[in-house]
Structure formats: C-alpha cells, structure tokens
C-alpha cells in the first residue's frame, strides 16, 4: 500500500479512475502532459491532492499544501512523497507513473 504518515495519520496515496478524470477536469492538463506544463512542486502537490481525495473527499489544494509542510517539518522529504505518489499511479501507466520531458 502507498501509505504516508502525517502528524500521526495515515493517508493511503490512492489514484482511482475517477479521481485521475476529475484532476485533468480541473487542471485542464491530461495527465500525460501535466510534467510539461506544470514545475515539479505543482504537480506534486496537486497530485497529493487527488490521492487522498479518497479518504478526504473536500479537502483543498491550500490544506493539502499544509499537510506536505506538516509531513517535511516531520522529516519527510519530496522525493520520498514523490516516490510514493509514482508507486500509487503504476497501475495506470504500465509503470511509468510520471511521463517525462522530452
């Protein structure tokens, strides 16, 4: 499971079909293109977002930035979130979680 702990909770980092729908619906972004267009620490964060929308539905890209601040004050790092936010999106890419630049 792709699982982070913050401030003593649990958090599975999970991407559903409907959730990957409704990010590129937001971001205007398909998902094979949001590396393009958006810098690393923005598409981590919206990302995050969508991966724990499951377990908190409402939840707002400002409280999900608050969350990841609260996770690297708790020694956590941006490559390990990435890691696992790639780990969670394997079964949608065949592996390849984040489409690279060309």
Same mark, same amino acid.
């Given at each position: 499971?792709?699982?982070? $702990?913050?401030?003593?909770t *649990? ?9 990957l729908?409704?990010?590129? *619906? ?18 981590? +964060? $919206?990302?995050? $977002?969508?991966?724990?929308?499951? &377990?908190?539905? #409402?939840?707002?890209?400002? &409280?999900?930035? #608050?969350?990841i *601040?609260?996770?690297? *004050?708790?020694?956590? $790092? ?6 696992? +936010? ?17």
């Amino acid at each position: 499971m792709n699982k982070i $702990t913050i401030s003593g909770t *649990d958090y599975t980092l999970k991407f559903g079909f409907n959730s990957l729908i409704e990010m590129e *619906d937001d971001t205007g972004v398909p998902m094979e293109k949001m590396s393009e267009v958006m810098g690393g620490l923005k598409v981590a +964060l $919206t990302m995050f $977002t969508y991966a724990i929308k499951h &377990q908190v539905p #409402d939840i707002t890209t400002t &409280q999900a930035g #608050d969350l990841i *601040d609260a996770y690297l *004050d708790e020694g956590g $790092t941006i490559d390990k979130l990435s890691e696992t +936010l790639k780990k969670a999106m394997e079964r949608f890419s065949g592996g390849n979680a984040m489409p690279k630049k060309k």
